[in-house]
């Protein structure tokens, strides 16, 4: 039998299925563990068992595994009709419902065909109300039995059926309709439950009310913190003393509605914390608190009819010759403190019981009282960080500034001013509806979104004609602005005329900063989502309630600037609309720099690649926005961001490819990646298979058909070759398609080409396809085996593939070929003997010194690689040479074909 014939042979058998128990063995050698949890491994099995054949047996050491079910309370079990039957065949749904909630993993529906698991799903409804109950399995049949050319099977490993099978679709929907139907059985059983529990509830809170003593505070339906002390109690509650969900309540909020809203037990709570509230500040109460009035009860009340505990009952009871109860509305809260054995708990007392019973003011302490509350406002009003915002020549507030004081620049001031006269505020009924005017107007601007807030300050004009055609051209009406030409055609005017309607309302407001808090807050918005794109700033607006729709961010520089507000951003257009920071320069026109001269020199590039080339790190998003403006602008990959710009006229990648069709009209995908990777100045890099061969199929005259790229007709040798390419091109014609290198040097050189200009184009030429040693030939030529074997020069050589070593200037070179698993995670392993070297991190950068990342060595193994990665395409196959200068703490990535880690040993014959 010769060398090169088959051993004959035959197969006995093939994918033949087994009930043996150990029809599979699988050995995992090399565990290092203190110690093993055998038991938590079985618990994990058992979890799991129910997703594999149902003879399946596991045992972990002499322990048999067995499925644990969780506890079901009810099944539910459905069939297909119509054409989801026609579809599905003759097959059953049982869905479970578990009495407890079910961990992650084990919520869903377990899809088998002929007891095989392939998925468990929920089809849609994950997440939602009651389908953490849920479970169930499905055997369909058909699954095994499909032929369609979309295969039902996602062959990624994703353990999920492929989503765009008519089969898988069709379980899909059986399955998302059927557990539906079962969440919403459940949702009725779960709201018909919590019905009759709010039911026992209230009728317990109603039991727990009657139990409360009456005689004492806090009484049930009693305010719990009086009216008569509100700025005491104007402090917020803690939330661990509300119920959940309960937010944003203060003790002065805690009338008699609070024991139907908060429950019994919580308004215990509460008394507690306003009698501790009450005492911190009893010895320490302002002047003006201690001037209130005393609330005076209804005529003919008597104080048993009060129902007030018996130390306040005493105390007033033993002062009564100097302080009746029908005398209490002409006492002051400082006549109530000058009692004995009068405290906190029973001013709490007396004050709520007369609240409850309807007390008010008496008329000789109303004028005291109403300085006091104006006085009060003001204070909070003050308090406020509004306050000095709102200035007397405010178009919408400044009238009621100068009218509480003509005097004062600003609210702040004017508040101050009534803080100080105490008592002795004139014109008391006027200034507290002056505050309560602008409390109220202050809150309605708070409320306001932005479209209405510039709408009123548009006032000026009156006529709502005006208003309207003012806010088009400004763009306050949301829509971005319009021209003075366009609005007068529309409203029959000039554009003269038009330019004045508007000037009207720039005219009010320059040189002043309106109270515009709505506007503040919307350049605050964007200011912290910059840079961004302005179609999904607007629609985060509206979803923020900021506005009341869509509104055209283009006209907020024009709004800010009139309004005397400096913006941090600004709003540019490059071929849509873009928010850019206002200090960082023009970020859009430095990624459209980036991407051209990064296409410029490799053909293609990543949208990440140009990302971590533009100084300020704009994201993802907005540098895919910025890019896609531009009209020769094509993806050539959209999950992974590969593109390219059509129009850029030096395209390096676009003319390697037209040199190697020159050559060859027909070639492999894979061929024509690593020819595009031999020219010195990609320095490797070639894109990744699919990337390319879109790249083609983007490109005029070129087709592509399965993974061959097809070129008719063929670019001109003479158009696209250089002269040296084309001596080598004649030679290998006329001799070839391949030739020993020695063979093809002489030819070569007998044509007229210097030695050296040789030996760089046999090296980098993408028309030159290395076949084996010192055999090369034209890229893409049907070449034999045979014919490669017999031209391979007889040379005695000793090691060629070198692993890793030191270079001369003392550096250590690592040389590996790239892995499926490099490629997904970044990581390779160290030679032992060079890890006390290499441990630590090193800056990581290519052939050009760019920073590519940070490489970490740690033990055997090395991590950091991936986003070098991403930015240049690598494959499993490449080959990667790494050099470590200790020095520095850098590492240099270069990505070659194989000719890179082979090195001849000393006085080796060269190829």
């Not at 996602?154 to 059986?174: E, G, K, T």
Request: aromatic content about 6%; overall charge neutral; hydrophobic content about 40%.
């Amino acid at each position: 039998m010769a060398s090169n014939d088959p051993v004959p042979g035959r197969t006995l058998e093939k994918e033949v299925s087994t009930v043996e128990l150990n029809g599979t063995v699988v050995e995992i050698e090399g565990i290092h563990l203190r110690s093993l949890d055998q038991a938590g491994m079985i618990r994990y099995i058992e979890r799991h068992l129910a997703k594999w054949p149902k003879n399946t047996r596991v045992y972990v050491n002499n322990h048999e595994c067995e499925y644990l079910e969780p506890p079901v309370d009810r099944q539910a079990r459905f069939r297909p009709n119509g054409e989801l039957a026609s579809l599905l065949g003759d097959v059953e749904l049982v869905i479970k419902v578990s009495k407890i909630p079910l961990d992650t993993d084990l919520r869903g529906i377990s899809i088998f065909s002929h007891g095989v698991w392939h998925e468990t799903t929920l089809a849609g409804n994950q997440g939602r109300e009651m389908t953490q109950y849920i479970f169930g399995e499905v055997d369909v049949p058909r699954l095994d039995e499909d032929t369609s050319p979309i295969p039902p099977f996602d062959l990624s490993r994703s353990m999920r059926l492929n989503a765009n099978n008519r089969l898988a679709q069709a379980i899909y929907a059986f399955i998302g309709q059927s557990v539906e139907t079962v969440r919403r059985e459940l949702q009725e059983v779960e709201r018909r439950r919590k019905e009759s529990e709010e039911a026992r509830r209230l009728g317990q809170q109603a039991t727990e009310i009657a139990r409360v003593p009456t005689s004492q505070y806090p009484r049930p339906g009693h305010p719990i913190a009086p009216r008569t002390l509100e700025p005491i109690f104007d402090v917020p509650v803690p939330r661990e003393l509300l119920p959940r969900g309960v937010r944003g309540v203060r003790l002065c909020d805690l009338d008699s509605s609070a024991w139907q809203r908060l429950g019994p037990a919580t308004c215990q709570r509460l008394a507690d914390l306003v009698i501790q509230t009450l005492k911190r500040r009893y010895n320490s109460f302002p002047g003006d608190l201690l001037n209130i009035p005393v609330p005076s009860p209804p005529a003919g009340l008597t104080l048993e009819d009060l129902h007030l505990e018996l130390r306040t009952y005493n105390c007033l009871s033993k002062a009564g010759a100097r302080l009746a109860l029908s005398g209490l509305g002409t006492r002051r809260i400082r006549d109530l403190r000058g009692i004995k054995g009068f405290g906190v708990k029973c001013l709490l007392d007396l004050l709520t019981a007369l609240e409850a019973v309807g007390g008010v003011e008496s008329r000789e302490g109303s004028d005291a009282a109403e300085a006091a509350s104006v006085t009060i406002a003001a204070r909070r009003m003050r308090s406020r960080w509004y306050a000095d915002a709102v200035r007397r020549d405010d178009p919408r507030l400044g009238a009621l500034v100068r009218a509480v004081n003509p005097s004062s620049e600003t609210l702040g001031a004017a508040l101050d001013h009534i803080i100080s006269m105490g008592a002795g505020i004139p014109d008391l009924p006027r200034i507290a509806r002056l505050l309560a005017t602008l409390r109220s107007r202050i809150h309605t601007c708070f409320r306001q979104r932005l479209e209405q807030e510039l709408w009123e300050f548009t006032r000026p004009l009156r006529n709502e004609r005006n208003r309207t055609m003012a806010a088009k051209y400004l763009g306050w009406d949301g829509d971005g602005g319009r021209t003075l030409q366009a609005i007068g055609e529309d409203y029959g005017l000039t554009r003269e005329r038009v330019r004045q309607v508007a000037t009207r309302v720039t005219s009010a407001l320059s040189g002043r900063r309106p109270f515009a808090p709505a506007l503040d807050r919307v350049l605050e918005f964007v200011a912290d989502r910059t840079p961004g794109v302005a179609t999904d700033l607007e629609a985060a607006l509206v979803a923020e309630g900021l506005t009341a729709r869509l509104f055209c961010l283009s006209a907020l520089p024009y709004a800010a600037s009139v309004m005397g507000r400096e913006m941090s951003f600004d709003v540019s257009h490059h071929g849509q609309w873009l928010v850019v920071n206002a200090q960082g320069g023009d970020l859009a026109s430095e990624i459209l720099r980036s991407a051209r001269r990064v296409v410029e020199h490799w053909g293609v590039a990543t949208v990440d690649d140009i990302v971590e080339r533009v100084e300020g790190r704009p994201s993802t998003e907005f540098a895919t926005a910025v890019l896609s403006s531009r009209p020769d602008f094509a993806w050539l990959d959209k999950g992974s961001g590969w593109f390219w710009l059509r129009s850029v006229p030096r395209n390096r990648l676009r003319n390697q490819i037209e040199k190697i069709m020159a050559v060859a009209s027909e070639i492999e995908v894979g061929e024509l990646r690593v020819g595009v990777g031999r020219h010195h100045r990609t320095k490797g890099f070639a894109p990744p298979r699919r990337v390319l061969l879109e790249f083609c199929r983007q490109m005029p005259a070129y087709r592509v058909d399965g993974e061959t790229v097809l070129c008719d007709p063929p670019p001109p040798v003479e158009e696209v070759l250089s002269e040296t390419e084309q001596i080598i091109y004649r030679v290998l014609q006329k001799e070839g398609p391949v030739m020993q290198r020695a063979k093809l040097e002489e030819r070569c050189l007998a044509a007229g080409m210097p030695g050296s200009t040789f030996n760089v184009y046999v090296d980098y030429s993408p028309i030159l396809s290395r076949y084996a040693r010192g055999v090369y030939g034209l890229r893409g030529a049907a070449v034999s085996p045979e014919v490669v074997e017999s031209l391979i020069p007889t040379v005695k050589r000793r090691r060629v593939i070198r692993d890793y070593g030191w270079s001369d200037d003392r550096r250590i070179w690592l040389a590996l070929r790239v892995s499926e698993a490099t490629v997904k995670s970044g990581v390779f392993g160290v030679p032992a003997a060079m890890k006390q070297f290499l441990e630590g991190e090193f800056r990581l950068v290519n052939a050009d010194d760019d920073p590519v990342g940070t490489l970490v060595v740690r033990e055997n193994g090395a991590w950091g690689l991936s986003p070098f990665f991403r930015r240049r395409g690598i494959e499993a196959g490449d080959c990667l040479v790494l050099t470590f200068d200790l020095t520095t703490r850098s590492a240099t990535v270069q990505v070659g074909d194989s000719a890179m880690v082979e090195e001849p040993e000393e006085g080796e014959l060269e190829d």
